[in-house]
């Protein structure tokens, strides 16, 4: 199954800020989705980014707070714009594995003060 | 009520326990269950992936599907410290959309 790197690992943020989270694949996919994992709550879906089009989103997620780049078949980011302490969450860059389910990313903690 | 149930423990066992964690699910079109294990500031991993209802074994772990009571389980065999971790369920009717449940943490204890 495909590794992939996700960084930061974690970061500390001010309010009102953004951060970008990078996500690179050793091997080419069609698609690499971006999740959130918020304590005592289920993985939820952000958006799916396809190379060369624009991401797909989920409901209850707007491109204006979580856009996305897709550049090439290997590599994504995700930023979170304008933060605040609600967003505070661990995101994870995931691709599918065909039958054999999703492969994620080790996630970024991200706590915004 | 969330498509997808899973008692979010915390669960503790001691060493060479047989550990039983549990899913509903509400959606009969769900086709595909997956379980993945979930490492303190890992991402999860999957463990198990069963296809409609039945058994599905590999080394210590079994993963159950009952669809007519919506009802899916992993037994884990002999259990070990090692295997303390979030386990979380997933589903799904064939899409990429997959349901994840909150996830159940558990400890075995030495």
């Known amino acids: 199954s495909a590794v992939i790197s996700q960084k930061p690992s974690r970061d500390i943020c001010q309010r009102g800020t953004s951060l970008t989270i990078q996500c690179q694949v050793d091997?080419?996919?069609?698609?690499m989705f971006w999740y959130r994992q918020q304590p005592g709550q289920s993985l939820t879906l952000i958006a799916t980014?396809?190379?060369?089009?624009?991401?797909?989103?989920e409901s209850g997620f707007v491109i204006d707070k979580f856009p996305i780049s897709r550049p090439n078949l290997t590599f994504s980011t995700l930023t979170v714009s304008n933060m605040s302490p609600e967003d505070s969450s661990i995101y994870l860059c995931?691709?599918?594995?065909?039958?054999?389910?999703?492969?994620f990313g080790s996630g970024t903690r991200l706590t915004v003060v | 009520q969330k498509e997808v149930e899973q008692d979010p423990g915390p669960l503790s066992v001691p060493e060479g326990a047989i550990v039983s964690l549990n899913c509903t699910y509400s959606?009969?079109?769900?086709?595909?269950f997956m379980w993945y294990r979930q490492y303190s500031r890992k991402g999860p991993e999957l463990l198990m992936y069963?296809?409609?209802?039945g058994n599905k074994e590999d080394g210590r772990f079994t993963a159950q599907v009952d669809k007519s009571s919506k009802y899916i389980s992993l037994f884990i065999r002999d259990s070990q410290p090692s295997d303390s971790a979030t386990y979380l369920c997933?589903?799904?009717?064939?899409?990429?959309?997959?349901?994840f449940g909150t996830g159940t943490r558990l400890k075995v204890l030495a």
């Open positions: 995931s691709v599918e594995g065909g039958l054999y389910g999703y492969t």
């Open positions: 091997s080419q996919v069609t698609m």
């Open positions: 980014a396809n190379q060369g089009s624009e991401a797909t989103y």
């Open positions: 959606n009969s079109a769900f086709q595909y």
């Open positions: 069963t296809y409609s209802s």
């Open positions: 997933a589903t799904t009717s064939g899409t990429y959309k997959y349901i």
